[in-house]
DNA sequence: GATTAGCACTCATGATCGTTGAGTGCTAAC
DNA sequence: GTTAGCACTCAACGATCATGAGTGCTAATC
């Protein structure tokens, strides 16, 4: 149970030192023109305060910085949701405009906004295959042995994969294909294709052609790729400004999970609907120990359609950043229901 | 002119100095055991090198460092081309392998590959717009206002985009016009796909449909993407482990040239054809002053297909990547025949 | 005339050491 | 419960100095 003063005093600590990164002391507190305690009072409650493991030392002769416990007890109670300010609004705004009908171009064009207004790195990922369906399959001959595959999906997600036919197949047999597997797929879910694959189509397939197996496992992969997410990565070198992260050593071990799709996907592994705050280890993702993750999901009627992701220092502006990634969800819900309702 | 003493050891302290980062000095080439000259003797010759502008002194104590034109010299007259190595070349192998079918997979495969072989940066160019032709267009139906456009090229590369139809234009009109895109389009090159559309598209178009332009202008704004050749990047973070960019704030101007396409495709304009080194300022870029870029085109009878470039220090081993460069487009023109020829 | 040994000189690097000042914890007074 | 006072701690900074790698020059040697 922390008192009221407390309370102020953590949140003036996590404050100034998201604004300084530098260790806050006790009278710089007592300075502020809301404060009325001196130095010697804040310093006891300082000390309570390291106790509970809320804040840490550097070293004995300097201020106090938030622990992982601290920024987490701020922004479960403390915090104070910033607004969008007026002319960042008027840029998201051109996400929901009336000339763009894109939905991957707008959530990819919202990674990169996102991450401009912030100075952080943004992650957006698009609709995963637990809500993604298939809405048309299609070949599309390119030279005598090989065709592109088109899978489209209904939140018009396209993907394409160039593939050699088996020998004594010909275009003949996989246009029927073609028109088989859109007979039998068509409205799917991804997760379910292939499963579907190897019952209904596989059956059918049989009874009028032999090399079904090595056609079926052609299928599957080229299914596959959709199943995976999309991700947006946007301002990923803005870590670099920030002083904590002067050192190229450190910087390393996080700009190279964003490089890595997987890895960077097994941050967003388990995430709960809404805004969720993860800080500093609480990510389990060894590399960024000290860098916090802001997620919120993008849901219409309880479909996941995707998820921005903030990823900045602990010491990170968490109020705006929230506020930011709330307005935003709004936004891109209302886009989609535009686009596709 | 050089003499050929001075050559040997022009050529001797690039070596060092790309092994170790630290300026080279006279005593440590005169014990090289293939060198026969006192300190003294090669001090005076590196004096000449310098006045020459092929070497450089970081301060008056210490050794010598090549200039960008003593690099340019080292690259031009005294390289020796590394070989691939076992090891690399059965890792390349897998890129033309039986099941590799799919090119813009092999070509980003290619730069991971390479990065990794190097632990450079690597930049992989798709084919450009002078190159590719339309191959197909297609319009799939999302919901009743909306469709997917989908843009396949001869190349086997696929581009996609969601629109939303114009007011009193129905799906019946939109499918017409893409049987008469494919009429007009097919197997044009995209460069010319603007002109053709605006004359004899237009034409055609206006007979039976009212909103013409609104149209075109959707079309075209489709089609445009396409023209942009595709960029694959890879190891990007590579340049964080060379010690002359231990500096966060020399490094962020590089990763952020890579992180926007535009100001990377900078350096790409005006290549030839052919393996080609530009080392430092030869770059044109200020970001990049302190990086070498080393490209190699990929053509197959007269069609640029593609370029690999690899992104390193100036102190970047030249041998090995050109040779690497050289064996990789070899075999990814092998590849490009197979599939498509 | 080219090469080399010898030597004085330069200068970045790194260690040592005292100074400074921000900040703390404790105690005693309010 | 709050605060003034004070001794104490310790990172950061700057000054000083030793070290040594490397140079340029001169004079001797091949």
């Known amino acids: ?9 953590l949140s003036a600590i996590v404050d100034d030192y998201i604004r300084s990164a530098e260790p806050v002391g006790s009278r710089s ?4 023109s809301d404060v009325s305690f001196s130095p010697a009072t804040i310093r006891n409650d300082m000390a309570d305060l390291e106790e509970l493991g809320l804040l840490e030392q550097p070293h004995t002769s300097a201020g106090r910085i938030p622990s992982i416990k601290g920024y987490r007890y701020y922004v479960d109670h403390l915090i104070r949701l910033g607004g969008v300010k007026e002319q960042d609004v008027k840029r998201l705004r051109g996400l929901v405009a009336e000339k763009m009908n894109h939905w991957e171009g707008a959530v990819s064009h919202a990674a990169t906004i996102v991450s401009q207004l912030t100075n952080y790195t943004s992650i957006v990922l698009g609709p995963d295959s637990f809500h ?3 809405k048309h399959f299609q070949l599309l001959p390119l030279t005598e042995t090989t065709a592109v595959a088109i899978v489209v999906a209904n939140t018009g997600h396209v993907e394409h994969r160039t593939i050699t036919l088996p020998e004594g197949v010909s275009m003949d047999d996989m246009r029927r294909i073609a028109s088989l597997l859109n007979d039998k797929l068509t409205g799917v879910p991804f997760y379910k294709v292939k499963t579907v694959l190897y019952t209904e189509v596989a ?5 009028y ?3 079904c197996e090595h056609i079926l496992t052609l299928l599957e992969d080229t299914l596959k790729e959709e199943t995976e997410p999309k991700v947006y990565l946007s301002g990923a070198t803005n870590i670099l400004t920030q002083p904590e992260f002067k050192d190229v050593d450190k910087v390393k071990g996080i700009l190279d ?3 890595e ?9 388990s995430l709960s609907e809404g805004i969720q705050v993860r800080i500093g280890t609480e990510n389990g993702v060894e590399a960024i120990n000290q860098c916090s993750l802001v997620t919120a999901t993008i849901t219409a009627d309880g479909h996941l359609l995707g998820t921005i992701g903030i990823l900045g220092p602990t010491r990170m502006e968490y109020g705006k950043v929230i506020g930011l990634l709330d ?9 989609y229901n535009r686009l596709y309702k």
Chains 1, 2 share one sequence.
């Open 29 to 32: 507190i007592s300075k502020r």
């Open 257 to 259: 999970v964003l490089e």
């Open 1 to 9: 149970m922390l008192s009221e003063r407390q309370r102020m005093i």
């Open 132 to 134: 993604t369906s298939l």
């Open 327 to 335: 307005y935003l969800s709004g936004d891109l819900t209302r886009l």
């Open 203 to 207: 059956n059918e397939l049989s009874s």
């Open 209 to 211: 052609i032999d090399h």
């Open 261 to 269: 799709t997987p890895r960077l996907m097994q941050l967003f592994q």
